[in-house]
């Protein structure tokens, strides 16, 4: 087995942003860097609500992370995990599980006692990968969205 490159975790900058279009499309969020590219400014504009980390590997990004404050009026105060993709060719490679530590470590600085995130159905490596960093499943739902004109 080969020597796993170094990897360096760190907050997204506008630079990543044709890198963080492409991993979206990988995540099934078709997404050109032009639309990236207002949604970014948007939550890194918010530091004390979002946080978007990448995973760096050989000078590329290779994965990315948003996590987001998540508040409801019926419960407490939560951090959410709002995306995670690692490129196709790095995965396995420990790079989702060192962007999650990061995406934890930025919510208990927050204040949060804990992290919530959604998983469609169909991803099912997806859950064993959450449940082996000690997530549990809370709940099942349907998503439901009307378009508005």
């Known amino acids: 087995m080969s020597e796993l490159s170094p990897t360096k975790i760190r907050r997204a900058t506008p630079a990543d942003i044709p890198e963080l279009a492409e991993l979206a499309g ?3 969020y078709s997404s050109t860097p032009e639309q990236v590219a207002p949604r970014f400014e948007a939550l890194t504009g918010k530091p004390d609500e979002n946080a978007l980390f990448v995973a760096e590997v ?3 990004v290779a994965g990315w992370v948003h996590v987001h404050l998540y508040s409801l009026l019926v419960d407490d105060p939560e951090a959410e995990i709002g995306g995670l993709v690692v490129d196709a060719s790095r995965r396995r490679q420990g790079l989702g599980a060192q ?7 930025w919510a208990s600085e ?9 998983s469609n159905t169909k991803r099912t490596e997806a859950h064993t ?3 082996n960093l000690g997530y549990s499943l809370v709940k099942s739902q349907y998503a439901f969205r009307k378009e508005l004109k």
């Not at 962007?99 to 470590?105: G, K, R």
């Open 58 to 60: 050989e000078g590329r």
């Open 99 to 105: 962007l999650m530590e990061a995406a934890e470590t």
């Open 129 to 131: 990968f959450y449940k």
């Open 26 to 28: 990988q995540l099934g």
């Open 110 to 118: 927050m204040g949060c006692p804990s992290v919530y995130l959604r």
